[in-house]
């Protein structure tokens, strides 16, 4: 069994909270990192205990639906909330961040930013993490690497890690 890379391993977990999204439009998932452990996760969804999108369709207002906050947003809102720090963290998102979500994480100090596709990638948004220092790397997730057959026998039990 091939051991999965760090990088691979944060942007399944992104893939793994897409799934979790609200908003049918795009389903995003992200991961803040740092030192190598995931201080956390957000998906595009509505607020707390707000109505979904999934529920009553999408609100949308100039083409945008104005219901939900972007996966990298309610990911270092997940912080602010706890009182984590992300000075100097990573980001692993399923899909190049919009305009308002990149000023954000350049904002909260992310340093690296390792996105899986390119998604309306915004020049402008280039250009300011750039400016700003902060890297932007494409890691694509190679499908292979959730193949969870490898660790769960037949019966469904998680064999013992050796
Ligand atoms: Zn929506
Ligand atoms: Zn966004």
Redesign the pocket.
Known sequence: MERISWDQYFMAQSHLLALRS????LMVGATVVRDKRIIAGGYNGSIAGGEH?TDN????IDHH?V??IHAEMNALLQCAKFGVPTEGADIYVTHFPCLQCSKAIIQAGIKTVYYASDYKNHPYAAELFEKANVKTEKVELEQTTIDFTQIISPAGIVQESK
């Open positions: 609200t908003c049918t439009r999108c369709g999408c609100y949308v639906c219901r939900t």
